[in-house]
Nanobody
Framework: VQLQAFGGGLVQAGGSLRLPCAASGRTLRSYRMGWFRQAPGEEREFVAAISRSAVTTYYADSVKGRFTISRDNAENTVYLQMNSLKPEDTAVYYC?????????????????WGRGTLVTVSS
């Protein structure tokens, strides 16, 4: 499966962005999906994940209550809605897919990655 995240940009603190991740090659309904981010000089960190059926979602503590992950299997797209953005949310955001059933917040547990999209939050 090929993934492409887009929708990044420059936003002021307190603002919102919605990042779509479009898939091609295989149907996304066969994959659990995750969003990760990487700030300059930092390791890649988990942001959010969603099960194949979208019944279960998981969030990093740093984004809980502000970010929402969702998926539209018919459209083969996963979304990350980001509200109340903070300067510390500035990073390149990546979507990832894996056929495993079990949840994971470890980026090593995801086999497929899209090219990231840069989100910059100004103070």
């Amino acid at each position: 499966v090929q993934l492409q995240a887009f929708g990044g940009g420059l936003v002021q603190a307190g603002g919102s962005l919605r990042l779509p991740c479009a898939a091609s090659g295989r149907t996304l309904r066969s994959y659990r999906m995750g969003w990760f981010r990487q700030a300059p000089g930092e390791e890649r960190e988990f942001v959010a994940a969603i099960s194949r059926s979208a019944v279960t979602t998981y969030y990093a503590d740093s984004v809980k209550g502000r970010f929402t992950i969702s998926r539209d299997n018919a459209e083969n797209t996963v979304y990350l809605q980001m509200n109340s953005l903070k300067p510390e949310d500035t990073a390149v955001y990546y979507c990832a897919a894996d056929p495993s059933l079990e949840y994971s917040n470890n980026y090593h547990a995801y086999d497929y990655w899209g090219r990231g999209t840069l989100v910059t939050v100004s103070s």
